[in-house]
Every structure is written in C-alpha cells, then in structure tokens.
C-alpha cells in the first residue's frame, strides 16, 4: 500500500513539475500581441530562426481584438509576465504608457519612421500600418454606386445590407473614437444612431465584416485593409475603398511595438523589436498582409498603397486612448450590452 | 488508531476541497474584494449595471434561448438515445460513438460548420437560410443540435443502467413500444433531466456561437465589460450575480430531483441480453437514426469539404501540431487532476460527508460563471512572485480547468458510486482498515471504470474548452480550440476548417483510446 501511495505521489508530483515548469531553460522571450496570429506567428518564427532565442507569444482573439491582451497586461502590471508589446494600434500602448508599464527604447532602426507613428522618447513606436476602408461587393453594388464615405454607411439608399464590427474592441473602437475626436460628441454619437437607424448589421469582428461582405451577406463593410486584402487573395468579388480621400481622410493604424517595464527577459526583448522595426518584417507584412510600410524604401507589393498616397484623417494617437476609455460605457449602451 | 489514520479522510477531503477553493471561489469572490478594495465607485457602478433594464431583458432571452435548445436537444436526443441505446437499430454502437465527435467539440465550430453549409454563399445556403441561421431561431438550431448528443448518450447509458430483470418481466407480457414507453424511459429519466439540466447549463452560458450569429445574449454582455477599454470588473461581478441565481435554482431543482435516487452514467450495471426487437419497424427506425446521425454530423463533413475545397489540409499542417500538443497535455494533465478531486469529492457526496453540498454547490456556481471573470481572478490571484511558476506556466490553465470542470468529475464519480454497495468498506473498516487504505483499496478498483469515465468525461471538457483558456492561457500554451479561434478572423477559411477536422479527428483518437481503457479492468 505505501509503495502504491509514494507512486501515486510521484506521479502526480512529475505531471505537476511537468505542467509548472517544463518549458523552462534557454533563452526566450515572451511577446503579447494583437496583431493578427496569421501574420504575427511567422514573424516569430523567423525570429527564432535567426537569432536562436524562443518566442513564447500570447495572441489576442478578433472579437477581443486588442483589449483582451491589453487588459490582460494592466491586470499583471505589478508582476509583468511578457517583455514586448506588439499592438495592433498605437492607441492601446498609450493606455500603458499612462499606466507606468512602459519601458522606453529608442531602436536604431525607428531612426527612419516617421514622426508621427512612434512618440519622441521611444515609448512606443510604429510599423507597419493598415488602414481603415469599405470593402463592398461588386456583385451587389454597381461600379457607379460604390460608397466614398463612411457616411455612406448611414445612406438609407444601404438600409440594413451595411455591416460594421461592433465597436467595442478593436480598431473599429479606435475608429469610432476618432470620430468623436474630429467630429465633436454630438455629430459623432448622432452618426452613430444613424447607423443604427440604418440598421446595420453589427459583426463580432473586422474578419467577419470582410466574410459578410465577400458572401454577399452585406453589400459593403467598414473593415481593416489586411482583412480586405484576404478577400481578395480568396478571389472574392471585393473592390477596397478608401474612404473620404476628398474630405476627412482614411484612418491610419499602424501596429505599435512596446517594451514592456520589468519584463522577466529584457535584452531579449530589445532584440525582437529591433527585428519587429526591420525592413525585412515590414516587407514580410506588407506581402503577407497588406500592411502599409513605414520605413522609407521598402517596396510596396501590388494591391497595397503607399502610406504617403493616401490622405490620412488627422488624428492625434495619445488624444485617442483617453476618447476611447471615456466613450465605452457609451459604446457598449449602443451595442445593446 | 492514530490520531492522523482517523482523521485521514477529514484531510483528503479537505486537501481536494482546498485545491477546488483555491481554484475557483477565491478567484470569483476577489472580483467583488478587489474592486470595492480599490475603487468604492466601482461598486456604484457595478450596482446601476444591474439595476438598469438591458441586462435584465438579456437575461431574458438567454434563457429563452437555452431552454428552446435544451427542448430541441431532449426532442431529437431522446428517442435517438432510446432507438440507439436499447433496439436493433443496425450500427447502433457505431451511430453513439459517432455522435461523440460534435460533443466534443467547441460549439462554435459547429457554427462555423452551419455557414459553410447554409450562408449565403454556403454549399446549399440561399439569402432565406442565411436568414434563418443568423437570428435566434438559428442559435437555437445550432446549439440545440450541437447539444443533442449530450441528450442521446445520457439516455443510452440510463437505459443501459435500469436492471435487466425488470425489463425482461416487462417483455414477457408488452411489445416493444409499450416496453420503451412504460418501463424502460421512466426508469431512465433521471439520466434524461440530467442530460437537460447539461444542456441548459452549456447553452446558457454559451457566448461563441451567439457572437458569432450576432445574437446578444448576456454573457456577451458580461465579456464586453471585461474585454472592453474601460475593463469594468465591478460591472461584470455585479452582472454575474443574476448568473449564479440561476444556478442556485438549477442546484435546487436538480437536488430535488435527483437526490434520492441513482441513476447510471457508466453503464455499469448488468444490460439486458437481447436488444428490443422492432420487428417490420426496423428499417425505418434504423433510417430516422443514420440520418440524424448524419444530421449531427452535418457541420462537421461541411467543414471537412471545406478544408478539401481549398487545399486547407496541407496549408494547415504548419499551424497544427504545437497547439494539438498544448491541447493533449493540458487535457491529460488537467482530467487527471480532475479525476483525483472528482475521486475524493464524489466518494464524499455518495457518502453524504459534511461539508460536500457546499462543495458541490460551489463547484456547480464555477461551472456556470463566465469563464472570462474566472480568469480575470486567477490572475489577479496567482500572478504573484512567488506563484510564478504557477502562473507563468500551464498549471494555472490546470487550476482553470480544476475551477470549470470540477463538477463534471464530482457528479460523474458520484453517479457511480451511488450504484455501488457500501457493505465492503463498512466491513473494512470494522477489521481496522483507514480512509486510504479503503479508498485506494476498494473503491477505486472496483469503480474503476466509473474513474476512467470520470477522466474521459474531463478530457472531454478540457479538450473542447475555448472560454476559459482563451483570455488567459499563458505564453507559449495556445490550446488548438483558442488557435482555431483566434485565426478563424483572418486565416483563409479552408485553413481554418482543417483545423477543425484536425481538433475532430484528434478528438475521435482521444476517444477510442479511452474507451480501450474503459473496458480494461483495474490495473492494480
């Protein structure tokens, strides 16, 4: 009986180190991200690849889409699990920023973004930018009635066969937050109740807007350039918009890379985002996911613009995150939750 | 007798019911601590959440919702687990085994697997059955039918449970049919509210399949607290209050239900030789049940052509294999420790020991509060340095799982052992044997079947998990349900039906194994 009993005991004693600490030893680094895990995952691979050290990354889901890992590294704010930050949006990080999680560094390859994706101290900085677009279905929108304007979104002449995310997660929020930073409160919320007199249709995510559109589900859809660009690639019958480039400007996000303050692996760290602002990954993304290049000089495929093409709706990032905190119990009261 | 060899089983209970405290209640009750700890406006806040009528109106339909499903899974799932479980049908074992594979998976799969069949651009998906699938009418269909199999198998094991002389006395003087009517579904019906009781539960606090059709439901409305900018943990607590009544009236009804009587969840007692003869009803019975068997299957062959469609299965070898690995040893690791507790704590509900309704009860509001404001406690609980290596790692998924999932292993062990005489440890005891000696002597070999289905059951529930791994799985443990989850947005669809496939065959391995082990005798 006792030889059983310590076998017992063993055994549990083993599967627990096993489950508590096996992946332990050589060095790593721990990366939380919202970027999309269809591009991000490769992005790290190559990294392991090149330099040797293990990624051991936590992605953030689409219908969570950058608020779930946010509020995930607030929550272990005072024990810090993860070393690097890669957001899908400038505007998160500077929720961090504020909150004293963030640890400044100034790569050398950030010499070359422009000013106005990365802040001056180097507590964030930007690469690889998407942007906010309609993508509509040539099969149900005729060529000379394509959408220009999100306004669009709210044209009866589109009564419910117009689909959005629902905005509270992901750069959909970011979008709606900065329409009450240019437009004021009362034209923003005004808008959005046009929308919802419109009824349009709410997605869980910017991905399922791109679905609905490409399925002919909805005619036209508010969505992120990566998600336009995938429709395209699975030869659905899409036409990518950007939008008011005669009046306000399509919105620009670029992903924003973070060191993070007191993360268990430092210089490790450092070296991913060194990686992360390299022209090969800008490349890399704007092969694989349509993503606008920052750094000066890295060609743009076919299908994706240039970021100095468009005309981009003035906004301030840092402005944005304190909007988008204010305005949630608002957004959430619209969305019906 | 030693003063430690009598207290024996006060301490073992107590060390299972530690871990289950330590895994569920202090995570769920920090959510109220730390918030009025931290910030008292908070709590205001959480209050008016609770006292407007959104949530209210929410709350309404999600229960609408579940019972409709529960109704439609009884409705097909019931005669489907009587023609199975208990006729002639041809293939009836095979058909079961089958209506495992949806079972198992995520629910939100199967949702995925209804659009490739029936959205608008679906493989005979038209604008009417694009309609009918995204609205309530739909999330009911998807779910309903994603549950039936939870009705279908309970009722096959209940029949197999009712003692074989009372049907065969009943057959000496009925036809089959007044036999299924009068004798053997009366004597299964504690399996048969079981299995409705699971369902409601799972529909209820389902939040994939209602995002994914854009049905709001409240749990949804307890995620966008927590997932949203302004996390509002107060509002998300106080919104989880109305949850937990539900499951106190749940408890209720069940316990009143169910106490008093024994009912098999392992199909341990001895079957009835010869299945019910259907005589010229053969064909049809065994038609009706192919086809809802094949029905059961639908979303899962919509995806499996899917993947062949578009070249998925080769394109999703390189997104496989990590993630099935994280899967098949946080489901190995985590059944087996649910296996343990359940061991103890089922020993001790069977047993009536003090103490084991709280426990029970504890384990049943776990299970029915959202996954997401469990793993907000955990973390806030077990991120501290010196539990690092617990949090950093996937044992706190295992504490996760412990927290979720404790009832399935508490309840399947106890409805074994329900079954089982007493007799033998009583006369243990009297010739001196302690707590241990019993337990790990006579118990659990001669349940040991009931503890293989008690970890199967688990598996099974760990294997599927996507709510509670999905906001707090640590670096580098990404299970292949979160995986699936997380690139369904922007993976190509073929890609993401593979997965799919993969998570199902996975499934059906995992399950034919331990059904290998199910039949074997105790090892010791």
Same mark, same amino acid.
């Given at each position: 009986?006792?030889?059983?009993?310590?076998?017992?005991?063993?055994?549990?004693?083993?599967?627990?180190?096993?489950?508590?600490?096996?992946?332990?030893?050589?060095?790593?680094?721990?990366?939380?991200?919202?970027?999309?895990?269809?591009?991000?995952?490769?992005?790290?691979?190559?990294?392991?690849?090149?330099?040797?050290?293990?990624?051991?990354?936590?992605?953030?889901?689409?219908?969570?889409?950058?608020?779930?890992?946010?509020?995930?590294?607030?929550?272990?704010?005072?024990?810090?699990?993860?070393?690097?930050?890669?957001?899908?949006?400038?505007? %998160?990080?500077?929720?961090?920023?504020?909150?004293?999680?963030?640890?400044?560094?100034?790569?050398?390859?950030?010499?070359?973004?422009?000013?106005?994706?990365?802040?001056?101290?180097?507590?964030?900085?930007?690469?690889?930018?998407?942007?906010?677009?309609?993508?509509?279905?040539?099969?149900?929108?005729?060529?000379?009635?394509?959408?220009?304007?999100?306004?669009?979104?709210?044209?009866? %002449?589109?009564?419910?066969?117009?689909?959005?995310?629902?905005?509270?997660?992901?750069?959909?929020?970011?979008?709606?937050?900065?329409?009450?930073?240019?437009?004021?409160?009362?034209?923003?919320?005004?808008?959005?109740?046009?929308?919802?007199?419109?009824?349009?249709?709410?997605?869980?995510?910017?991905?399922?807007?791109?679905?609905?559109?490409?399925?002919?589900?909805?005619?036209?859809? $508010?969505?992120?350039?990566?998600?336009?660009?995938?429709?395209?690639?699975?030869?659905?019958?899409?036409?990518?918009?950007?939008?008011?480039?005669?009046?306000?400007?399509? $919105?620009?996000?670029?992903?924003?890379?973070? $060191?993070?303050?007191?993360?268990?692996?430092?210089?490790?760290?450092?070296?991913?985002?060194?990686?992360?602002?390299?022209?090969?990954?800008?490349?890399?993304?704007?092969?694989?996911?349509?993503?606008?290049?920052?750094?000066?000089?890295?060609?743009?495929?076919?299908?994706?613009?240039?970021?100095?093409?468009?005309?981009?709706?003035?906004?301030?990032?840092?402005? $944005?995150?304190?909007?988008?905190?204010?305005?949630?119990?608002?957004?959430?009261?619209?969305?019906?939750? | 007798?030693?003063?430690?060899?009598?207290?024996?089983?006060?301490?073992?209970?107590?060390?299972?019911?530690?871990?289950?405290?330590?895994?569920?209640?202090?995570?769920?009750?920090?959510?109220?601590?730390?918030?009025?700890?931290?910030?008292?406006? *908070?709590?205001?806040?959480?209050?008016?959440?609770?006292?407007?009528?959104?949530?209210? =109106?929410?709350?309404?339909?999600?229960?609408?919702?579940?019972?409709?499903?529960?109704?439609?899974?009884?409705?097909?799932?019931?005669?489907?687990?009587?023609?199975?479980?208990?006729?002639?049908?041809?293939?009836?074992?095979?058909?079961?085994?089958?209506?495992?594979?949806?079972?198992?998976? &995520?629910?939100?799969?199967?949702?995925?697997?209804?659009?490739?069949?029936?959205?608008? /651009?679906?493989?005979?998906?038209?604008?009417?059955?694009?309609?009918?699938?995204?609205?309530?009418? !739909?999330?009911?269909?998807?779910?309903?039918?994603?549950?039936?199999?939870?009705?279908?198998?309970?009722?096959?094991? !209940?029949?197999?449970?009712?003692?074989?002389?009372?049907?065969?006395?009943?057959?000496?003087?009925?036809?089959?049919?007044?036999?299924?009517?009068?004798?053997?579904?009366?004597?299964?019906?504690?399996?048969?509210?079981?299995?409705?009781?699971?369902?409601?539960?799972? @529909?209820?606090?389902?939040?994939?399949?209602?995002?994914?059709?854009?049905?709001?439901?409240?749990?949804?409305?307890?995620?966008?607290?927590?997932?949203?900018?302004?996390?509002?943990?107060?509002?998300?607590?106080?919104?989880? =209050? &109305?949850?937990?009544?539900?499951?106190?009236?749940?408890?209720?009804?069940?316990?009143?239900?169910?106490?008093?009587?024994?009912?098999?969840?392992?199909?341990?007692?001895?079957?009835? *030789?010869?299945?019910? &003869?259907?005589?010229?009803?053969?064909?049809?019975?065994?038609?009706?049940?192919?086809?809802?068997?094949?029905?059961?299957?639908?979303?899962?062959?919509?995806?499996?052509?899917?993947?062949?469609? !578009?070249?998925?299965?080769?394109?999703?070898? /390189?997104?496989?294999?990590?993630?099935?690995?994280?899967?098949?040893?946080?489901?190995?690791?985590?059944?087996?420790?649910?296996?343990?507790?359940?061991?103890?704590?089922?020993?001790?509900?069977?047993?009536?020991?003090?103490?084991?309704?709280?426990?029970?009860?504890?384990?049943?509001?776990?299970?029915?509060?959202?996954?997401?404001?469990? !793993?907000?406690?955990?973390?806030?609980?077990?991120?501290?340095?010196?539990?690092?290596?617990?949090?950093?790692?996937?044992?706190?998924?295992?504490?996760?799982?412990? @927290?979720?999932?404790?009832?399935?292993?508490?309840?399947?062990?106890?409805?074994?052992?329900? /079954?089982?005489?007493?007799?033998?440890?009583?006369?243990?005891?009297?010739?001196?044997?302690?707590?241990?000696?019993?337990?790990?002597?006579?118990?659990?070999?001669?349940?040991?079947?009931?503890?293989?289905?008690?970890?199967?059951?688990?598996?099974?529930?760990?294997?599927?998990?996507?709510?509670?791994?999905?906001?707090?799985?640590?670096?580098?443990?990404?299970?292949?349900?979160?995986?699936?989850?997380?690139?369904?947005?922007?993976?190509?669809?073929?890609?993401?039906? @593979?997965?799919?496939? *993969? /998570?199902?065959?996975?499934?059906?391995?995992?399950?034919?194994?331990?059904?290998?082990?199910?039949?074997?005798?105790?090892?010791?």
């Amino acid at each position: 009986m006792k030889m059983r009993m310590a076998i017992l005991l063993l055994s549990f004693g083993a599967g627990f180190w096993c489950v508590s600490g096996c992946d332990r030893g050589g060095p790593r680094v721990v990366v939380y991200t919202s970027v999309d895990q269809v591009f991000s995952e490769p992005i790290f691979r190559a990294f392991e690849k090149r330099s040797g050290i293990a990624v051991k990354a936590v992605f953030d889901t689409e219908e969570a889409k950058s608020t779930g890992v946010l509020n995930r590294l607030i929550a272990e704010g005072g024990n810090p699990q993860a070393d690097v930050f890669w957001s899908g949006d400038p505007v %998160r990080p500077l929720l961090l920023i504020q909150r004293g999680l963030v640890e400044a560094y100034a790569a050398p390859n950030a010499r070359n973004i422009p000013a106005a994706f990365k802040s001056a101290d180097g507590s964030w900085t930007g690469l690889a930018a998407r942007a906010r677009v309609l993508l509509a279905n040539t099969r149900l929108v005729p060529a000379d009635q394509m959408p220009r304007s999100i306004r669009d979104l709210a044209d009866p %002449r589109w009564r419910g066969q117009a689909a959005m995310a629902r905005p509270l997660f992901g750069t959909t929020t970011m979008h709606v937050a900065a329409l009450f930073s240019v437009w004021g409160e009362e034209k923003a919320r005004a808008f959005l109740n046009d929308l919802k007199a419109n009824q349009i249709r709410l997605a869980g995510s910017n991905g399922e807007v791109k679905r609905l559109v490409a399925a002919g589900e909805a005619a036209f859809g $508010l969505t992120d350039t990566d998600d336009a660009n995938e429709a395209l690639r699975e030869g659905a019958p899409v036409r990518v918009i950007y939008p008011d480039q005669e009046g306000l400007g399509a $919105l620009i996000v670029p992903t924003a890379a973070v $060191l993070l303050k007191n993360g268990p692996n430092l210089e490790n760290g450092k070296k991913l985002i060194d990686f992360l602002l390299s022209k090969e990954v800008e490349k890399a993304l704007a092969e694989s996911a349509a993503h606008m290049p920052l750094q000066p000089g890295v060609a743009v495929p076919p299908g994706v613009s240039a970021i100095d093409t468009l005309k981009a709706m003035p906004v301030d990032y840092a402005r $944005l995150a304190e909007q988008m905190e204010r305005i949630q119990p608002w957004l959430r009261e619209w969305a019906g939750l | 007798m030693s003063f430690w060899r009598r207290r024996e089983e006060s301490l073992v209970v107590g060390a299972a019911g530690l871990a289950l405290f330590l895994a569920a209640f202090l995570p769920l009750a920090w959510t109220f601590i730390e918030a009025a700890a931290a910030d008292p406006p *908070a709590l205001r806040r959480g209050l008016a959440a609770l006292k407007a009528a959104r949530p209210w =109106i929410l709350l309404g339909r999600s229960l609408t919702l579940a019972a409709a499903a529960t109704a439609l899974a009884l409705l097909l799932g019931v005669p489907l687990g009587l023609l199975l479980g208990k006729t002639e049908v041809w293939g009836r074992r095979l058909a079961l085994a089958l209506q495992a594979l949806p079972m198992s998976l &995520p629910p939100f799969l199967l949702g995925l697997g209804w659009f490739y069949l029936f959205g608008a /651009q679906g493989f005979v998906g038209s604008e009417a059955s694009r309609r009918i699938l995204f609205s309530e009418l !739909g999330a009911v269909l998807v779910l309903g039918l994603a549950f039936a199999p939870v009705a279908s198998s309970l009722t096959a094991l !209940g029949l197999w449970g009712v003692d074989a002389a009372l049907e065969e006395a009943a057959r000496v003087v009925a036809g089959p049919v007044r036999v299924a009517v009068r004798i053997l579904l009366p004597a299964a019906w504690p399996a048969v509210a079981l299995a409705a009781l699971i369902v409601f539960t799972l @529909a209820f606090s389902e939040l994939g399949v209602p995002m994914f059709l854009r049905v709001e439901v409240y749990p949804a409305a307890v995620f966008a607290r927590l997932g949203g900018m302004d996390f509002a943990i107060a509002e998300a607590g106080f919104l989880t =209050i &109305p949850l937990w009544l539900v499951a106190i009236v749940l408890l209720g009804i069940e316990r009143s239900l169910f106490r008093r009587r024994s009912f098999a969840v392992a199909g341990l007692r001895g079957r009835s *030789a010869a299945p019910l &003869p259907l005589g010229r009803l053969r064909f049809p019975a065994a038609a009706c049940c192919w086809l809802a068997t094949l029905l059961l299957l639908a979303p899962i062959l919509s995806l499996a052509a899917r993947a062949g469609r !578009g070249g998925g299965f080769s394109a999703a070898n /390189q997104w496989l294999w990590p993630s099935l690995a994280n899967s098949l040893i946080l489901g190995c690791a985590a059944a087996s420790l649910l296996a343990v507790v359940g061991a103890v704590l089922g020993h001790a509900a069977a047993r009536r020991r003090p103490g084991e309704k709280i426990l029970d009860g504890l384990a049943a509001l776990a299970f029915l509060a959202p996954a997401a404001l469990l !793993g907000v406690g955990l973390t806030a609980i077990w991120n501290r340095p010196p539990t690092r290596f617990i949090y950093g790692g996937p044992a706190i998924l295992v504490l996760g799982f412990l @927290a979720r999932y404790s009832i399935v292993a508490i309840r399947s062990f106890a409805a074994v052992l329900a /079954q089982f005489s007493r007799d033998l440890e009583d006369t243990a005891a009297a010739f001196g044997a302690g707590y241990l000696r019993r337990f790990l002597g006579i118990v659990l070999p001669a349940n040991f079947r009931g503890l293989a289905a008690a970890w199967i059951l688990a598996f099974v529930f760990c294997w599927r998990d996507l709510e509670t791994a999905v906001l707090f799985y640590p670096a580098g443990w990404e299970p292949l349900t979160v995986k699936i989850f997380t690139l369904e947005a922007n993976a190509p669809e073929a890609v993401v039906a @593979a997965l799919s496939v *993969a /998570q199902a065959a996975a499934t059906a391995l995992v399950l034919a194994l331990g059904f290998l082990v199910w039949r074997r005798k105790a090892p010791w």
